[in-house]
């Protein structure tokens, strides 16, 4: 799947307990929110350029790949797996301002992050080139974006493999147990593309989006799960391999982590995403 014409943007803090096991609560302290259930704020984790474009800025640099994440270059900090769900929109614009957003599409995805205490910006431990993000090239396409859409039926798992043996990473939870969802998650997305303020670890989405050429789509990852305590402990070395399984319910979770283990996954109601650490 090619998305380097999609500007990519993730939610932070739309997974109750996230922020505290992954040591960036205190990064929003002085982020004020009118609901104490609401996100923080959206970033960005990569920026299409075009010809229009004036930033020169390391956003620029494509980070998604399907199958590998790449350390190299890092090693010497920690990595962490960031399960989440990944959503493709259509972006539809009203002027310079974002009208509403039209999800099309599903999918795992892993908004892998540096834990880089001292960051100034979100950004700067999300995208730090290629492959430092990951999202699944086997997508599900959304009827609705709705409670009673397909979505609301599946859930996310995480895992890490390490020397053969598969480890359980993430909390295995349901999609639909997102702080925000559905339209309330939609507009409160919208309004931070149109009004998001660059304070604190924030940044003005709204500048970036006019640099863009007011991009088509967008892939939105809408926040990460809760680790296990080998998740919260444990950073990516070269060698292993994490998955992030967006599954439907209808598999139990002994099936999806026998997938995992023998590397040998149902072709429906599924989408995984697994990722050699190189």
């Known amino acids: 799947m090619n998305l380097e014409k999609v500007i990519g943007l993730g939610v932070a803090g739309n997974f109750t307990g996230h922020l505290e096991q992954a040591g960036e609560a205190s990064d929003f302290r002085n982020v004020a929110v009118k609901d104490v259930k609401a996100p923080k704020a959206i970033f960005p984790f990569y920026l299409p350029a075009c010809a229009e474009s004036r930033l020169d800025t390391f956003l620029h640099t494509y980070p998604i790949s399907s199958d590998r994440v790449d350390i190299s270059g890092t090693i010497a900090e920690n990595h962490q797996i960031e399960p989440e769900v990944g959503i493709l929109c259509d972006i539809e614009y009203e002027g310079d301002q974002v009208k509403s957003l039209r999800p099309v599409a599903f999918g795992a995805y892993n908004d892998c992050s540096i834990r880089r205490p001292g960051a100034r910006k979100i950004s700067e431990k999300k995208n730090w080139g290629a492959a430092s993000k990951g999202f699944s090239s086997n997508v599900i396409a959304l009827d609705s974006f709705t409670a009673d859409g397909v979505i609301s039926s599946y859930r996310i798992a995480c895992f890490l493999k390490r020397d053969g043996v598969v480890n359980v990473y993430g909390v295995n939870s349901a999609a639909r147990d997102y702080s925000y969802m559905y339209d309330t998650l939609l507009n409160w997305i919208v309004d931070k593309m149109n009004n998001q303020k660059d304070e604190g670890p924030a940044e003005n989405i709204h500048e970036y989006l006019l640099d863009c050429g007011k991009p088509q789509q967008a892939l939105i990852s ?57």
Do not use: C, W
């Open 222 to 278: 809408i926040g990460a799960t809760r680790y296990t305590e080998y998740g919260e402990t444990h950073f990516l070395k070269p060698g292993d391999t994490s998955y992030v399984v967006v599954y439907h319910e209808s598999y139990s979770e002994a099936e999806i982590l026998k997938m995992v283990e023998t590397d040998s996954f149902a072709e429906e109601n599924i989408s995984v995403l697994a990722q050699k650490a190189v």
